[in-house]
T-cell receptor, first 114, second 115 residues
Framework: AQTVTQSQPEMSVQEAETVTLSCTYD???????LFWYKQPPSRQMILVIR??????QNATENRFSVNFQKAAKSFSLKISDSQLGDTAMYFC???????????FGTGTRLKVLA | GAGVSQSPSNKVTEKGKDVELRCDPI?????LYWYRQSLGQGLEFLIY????????KSGLPSDRFSAERTGGSVSTLTIQRTQQEDSAVYLC?????????????FGPGTRLTVL
């Protein structure tokens, strides 16, 4: 069975600081993708960053980067220079090509403080 | 339209009634997904369509839930004889095709409240 675990229900960070959100996952498949999604209070889910499991290089999108540790099945999200607009729920998700299903974690509520 | 749209945005119903939730995907997107988001929970994968076909319906919580997609476009999620535990936000997403390489675009969701 595929699982995604986010062990930090809530986090806060000062504006302009750096924060890391944790995610661990479990799958027996070799072909999979990992995602971080952001859900602001408006409820609209937005893709933040994506990582293909076969790529060793960590994905980066502007202020967002991941630390993908395949052997440890860990996929953390680092947000640099945090901005007030980063305040949202962040979900880690796993897609496996064998099942064609997305499995989401329970989310981390991030609050950026002015 | 520019994005995925869902209707209604909010639905309040009485226990035992049937409800229909609608999703309009981005034009040209062949894959469509339904999720349920309960308070304090992550997203629960319900079903996905590739075209009009739903290869795997095992994510639907019970036989009271059904979904269809016609013309490779609009999809409807129907919940029969609603129960209070069905109260949640139902999210729809679409992508160019199924598969993790394709980005999912989410709609704003339908908040369902069963009294």
């Amino acid at each position: 069975a595929q699982t995604v675990t986010q062990s930090q229900p809530e986090m806060s960070v000062q504006e302009a600081e750096t924060v890391t959100l944790s995610c661990t996952y479990d799958t027996s498949e070799n072909n999979y993708y990992l995602f971080w999604y952001k859900q602001p209070p408006s409820r609209q889910m937005i893709l933040v960053i994506r990582q293909e499991a076969y790529k060793q290089q960590n994905a980066t999108e502007n202020r967002f980067s991941v630390n993908f540790q395949k052997a440890a099945k860990s996929f953390s999200l680092k947000i640099s220079d945090s901005q007030l607009g980063d305040t949202a729920m962040y979900f880690c998700a796993l897609f496996t090509s064998g099942t064609y299903k997305y499995i989401f974690g329970t989310g981390t509520r991030l609050k950026v403080l002015a | 339209g520019a994005g995925v749209s869902q209707s209604p945005s909010n639905k309040v119903t009485e226990k035992g009634k049937d409800v229909e939730l609608r999703c309009d995907p981005i034009s040209g997107h062949t894959a469509l997904y339904w999720y349920r988001q309960s308070l304090g929970q992550g997203l629960e994968f319900l079903i996905y369509f590739q075209g009009n076909s739903a290869p795997d319906k095992s994510g639907l919580p019970s036989d009271r839930f059904s979904a269809e997609r016609t013309g490779g476009s609009v999809s409807t999620l129907t919940i029969q004889r609603t129960q209070q535990e069905d109260s949640a936000v139902y999210l729809c997403a679409s992508s160019k095709s199924s598969g993790g390489v394709n980005e999912q675009f989410f709609g704003p969701g339908t908040r369902l409240t069963v009294l």
